[in-house]
């Protein structure tokens, strides 16, 4: 069985300043592991991914997330916070199959 | 924009009636897949479609039924709606099953059970 695990439910910070967004995942198999973002009455939107090409992923708008087998995790960061950045992050994993397991998703709250 | 649509977009019903839900796609995927979103649990997956009607359970399956008689459409029913059921609705995507396939997931729909 694959489990994620957010360990923040909400995360604020101030507009200009590093975003850490952090996730543990558990997986029998090798996973493949994804970050989306959810804006306010969106849908979800794919910032990266992970295909164990490259433990260090590049995503869109400035989003890294680096793969830790280790530690097994899968941390999203962010240099430089922007209003527009304030959303709903989820951690999903997948393993070989079809299944997404989504973690419980991170509020991101981004301060003028 | 993966070519998703999903309708009605909102809908209020009352306890006991019987609601479908529509999710059309325009982009010829094998793999369609619905979620139910509610605070706390991310999305969880109710049921999935690998063909035209294959279909299988997914996690939180009670209470739900599925139809795909054709590729672009897969249709999410509640028989006999309670008020559990109300939540956001997310169909989504993909090429294929295997791999780092990503799901590509629609807009949502609203659902409300009075």
């Known amino acids: 069985a694959q489990s994620v695990t957010q360990l923040d439910s909400h995360v604020s910070v101030s507009e200009g300043t590093p975003v850490l967004l952090r996730c543990n995942y558990s997986s029998s198999y090798s996973p493949s592991l994804f970050w989306y973002v959810q804006h306010p009455n969106k849908g979800l939107q794919l910032l990266l991914k992970?295909?164990?090409?490259?433990?260090l992923v590049k995503g869109i708008n400035g989003f890294e997330a680096e793969f830790k087998k280790s530690e097994t995790s899968f941390h999203l960061t962010k240099p430089s916070a922007h209003m527009s950045d304030a959303a709903e992050y989820f951690c999903?994993?997948?393993?070989?199959?079809?299944?997404?397991?989504f973690g419980g998703g991170t509020r991101l709250m981004v301060k003028p | 924009d993966a070519g998703i649509t999903q309708s009605p977009r909102h809908k209020v019903t009352e306890t006991g009636t019987p609601v479908t839900l529509r999710c059309h796609q325009t982009?010829?995927?094998?793999?369609m897949y619905w979620y139910r979103q509610d605070p706390g649990h991310g999305l969880r997956l109710i049921h999935y479609?690998?063909?035209?009607?294959?279909?299988d359970k997914g996690e939180v399956s009670d209470g739900y039924s599925v139809s795909r008689s054709k590729t672009e459409d897969f249709l999410l029913t509640l028989e006999s709606a309670t008020s559990s059921q109300t939540s956001v609705y997310f169909c989504?995507?993909?090429?294929?099953?295997?791999?780092?396939?990503?799901?590509?997931f629609g807009p949502g729909t609203r659902l409300t059970v009075t």
């Open positions: 982009e010829n995927h094998r793999y």
């Open positions: 989504a995507i993909s090429l294929t099953s295997g791999g780092a396939y990503e799901q590509y």
């Open positions: 992970y295909t164990s090409a490259a433990t």
């Open positions: 479609s690998y063909g035209v009607k294959d279909t």
């Open positions: 999903v994993v997948k393993d070989a199959g079809n299944m997404l397991t």
